[in-house]
């Protein structure tokens, strides 16, 4: 099976509002044109591992357990896995990205417990990314959350869960009305 056909199983809307989210993030940020491109492709990537977390799971309608979360959690271990035949430029910043994108800021996140500027820059913009969307989108646990209380949490988060400064570039980019 090629790797489009299993993103299409998942969330493909997610995947392509967080490709889009962290091209614009990437792009206020002045990065190149290439590291946005490469930030984009990956990003789409991002939660590719959930392929291999039972539906249960995934849709469940209630909080996970924490035996439930510690499975989820495995997610990033099955997406580099995955992606571990592919090589390339872009897909070496997807396994970034796949990594690294539920790191927090603060050293709490998984899977390495990275902290600060460890977490490679690909990583931040696209976990705060991935929250924002997450937060913003109707899921079958919850319903969507409006704007201003998913821009609050993201506010909150910074210094905790995302780089202080990224989350200040990403607050003003929604502000500014971002194209997603």
């Known amino acids: 099976m090629i790797l489009k056909n299993v993103l299409d199983m998942l969330d493909p809307e997610h ?17 190149s044109e290439q590291d946005v491109e490469r930030i984009g492709y990956g990003a789409h990537y991002h939660d590719i591992g959930k392929i291999s977390i039972p539906a249960s799971i995934l849709e469940s309608g209630i909080q996970l357990t924490e035996h ?11 997406g580099l896995s995955i992606l571990s035949v592919q090589t390339s430029e872009e897909m070496d910043a997807a396994k970034v990205i796949v990594g690294t994108h539920h790191e927090r ?35 079958s646990y919850k319903s969507a959350w409006p ?14 869960a995302f780089d202080p400064y990224l989350t200040e570039v990403f607050l003003q980019m929604i502000q500014e009305g971002a194209l997603v």
Request: net charge positive; glycine share 6%; proline share 3%.
């Open 68 to 78: 439930e979360f510690e499975i989820m959690k495995r997610h990033v271990e099955y």
């Open 147 to 160: 704007i201003d209380e998913a821009l609050a949490y993201i506010n909150n988060q910074k210094g905790k």
């Open 15 to 31: 995947a392509k509002r967080v490709s889009l989210l962290s091209m614009d993030l990437a792009r206020s940020l002045n990065l």
């Open 105 to 139: 800021w603060d050293g709490t996140g998984y899977p390495n417990r990275l902290k600060g500027e460890e977490i490679p820059l690909y990583g931040r913009i696209v976990s705060i990314c991935d929250t924002y969307d997450a937060l913003t989108s109707k899921r």
